[in-house]
């Protein structure tokens, strides 16, 4: 009984050693619904996102993004902005497709009728779909925080992304042009997990409505240049409830 122990364990174990790594497509798709099966991440991270338009204009904020997030459609995220030297905290609520916002001087909550395109564009729960990854490939392999993760490169399905962005914001008036996308995946080797995702995009756009305040929209045309690096910890660990505030107060 020992002796036949021993050696299923040695079987088993020679499977393990045998079994075939996943190739970086099915890594990345292993990657995807185990963070989705998490339920819940915190995420940190930085980014940018530069609007040159016509007429010498130019918008080029640079930010800071701390988020809880409970999957697939709960999010609560405190953006930290610097632009033109002055400092802005804006706290938003993704909720079931809604999305609230707190005025930084007041503090009064208000609901928006649905996600900005600006919002779209650097949701970074939104950047991690399946559907957008074309051609996969391995980069290296880098350690994280003491372990060690496959480092991932691919190609933006940028026509799905402006389709998105559209459906979600109701951007139809604008008409994008060149759009190109790149992104990296870091996902742990021992429980395919992702901990880092970094994201750039670029595009034209024709008209800037929606995009900007109104008194600024009607720049004409601009390019679009956006950067968001996010790092994923804490998957499945509890985050403070997110719910609906008090809008108006």
């Known amino acids: 009984m020992f002796v036949f122990r021993v050696s299923a364990t040695l079987v088993a ?59 697939p459609n709960k999010a609560r995220r405190k ?14 609520i993704m909720l079931d497709g809604k999305e609230y916002t707190k005025d930084a001087a007041t503090g009064t909550w208000s609901e928006g009728s649905g996600t900005s395109p600006v919002n779209s564009l650097m949701d970074p729960l939104g950047n ?14 880098p350690e994280i925080d003491g372990r060690k993760t496959r480092h991932l490169r691919y190609q933006a399905d940028t026509t799905k992304m402006i389709e ?13 042009m060149n759009p190109q996308g ?9 429980d395919s997990q992702i901990v880092r995702q970094l994201v750039k995009l670029t595009m034209d756009i024709d008209g800037l409505a929606g995009l900007l305040p109104a ?17 994923f910890s804490d998957h499945g660990a509890a985050v403070p409830q997110i719910t609906a505030p008090p809008v108006g107060r």
């Open 13 to 71: 174990l020679l499977l393990v050693a045998c079994s075939p790594e996943p190739t970086a497509s099915q890594l990345t798709a292993k990657g995807v619904a185990n963070l989705t099966s998490a339920k819940t991440v915190h995420l940190d991270g930085t980014g940018s996102l530069a609007l040159n338009g016509q007429n010498a204009f130019s918008f080029a904020p640079e930010f800071k993004r701390p988020v809880d997030a409970e999957l």
């Open 182 to 190: 790149t992104g990296e995946l870091w996902i742990r080797i021992d």
């Open 215 to 231: 008194s600024a929209s009607n720049i004409g045309r601009a390019s679009v240049e956006m950067s968001l690096d996010m790092r």
């Open 164 to 176: 998105d962005l559209r459906a979600s914001a109701g951007a139809s008036s604008q008409t994008v």
């Open 128 to 141: 991690i779909d399946i559907s957008l990854f074309r051609d996969v490939v391995e980069v290296d392999r």
């Open 79 to 92: 953006v930290q902005l610097a632009l033109m030297g002055m400092a802005f905290d804006v706290e938003t």
